[in-house]
């Protein structure tokens, strides 16, 4: 590639995503325990502490079927949703290829970018 050609971005085309669940709970000393998992990979229990996250990195299938969720839990609430499926979050994050998850007391918030967030679930 020359010097003068740029690299060209092609909407729903990306394969790779790195995703984020970032505990920003800063209301109690409890970690939020957190189980995410897609149909071939069980990432495992973790529990976060306010401020820290936990990433992994994955490719999205030929099909685009790919899909993780994540069980989790904080204090008495409890909830289980989808934070990867190609046609919402990847749509939403496709031009980063980052998928962050802030977890709040008021709810489950979305971004691409760490800076512009939308809010996507309440707890239940």
């Given amino acids: 590639m020359s010097s003068g050609q740029e690299i060209r ?3 729903g085309l990306r394969t790779t ?3 984020y669940i970032i505990n920003g709970i800063n209301s ?3 970690p939020l325990f957190i189980h995410c998992q897609s149909r071939d990979d069980d990432l495992g229990e973790h529990y976060l502490k306010a401020g820290e ?3 992994w990195h994955f490719w999205v299938n030929f099909f685009r079927t790919t899909l993780f969720f994540c069980h989790m839990k904080w204090e008495d609430k ?3 949703f989808d934070v990867f499926t190609a046609g919402k979050e990847g749509k939403k ?3 980063t290829g980052n998928v962050y998850w802030l977890v709040q007391e008021s709810g489950f ?3 691409d970018d760490k800076s512009s967030w939308s809010k996507q679930y309440d707890w239940p």
């Fill in 53 to 55: 996250d936990f990433h």
């Fill in 109 to 111: 918030y979305l971004s």
């Fill in 28 to 30: 109690s000393d409890k």
């Fill in 17 to 19: 995503f790195d995703e």
């Fill in 78 to 80: 409890e909830t289980r």
């Fill in 9 to 11: 971005y092609f909407p």
């Fill in 93 to 95: 994050c496709d031009k």
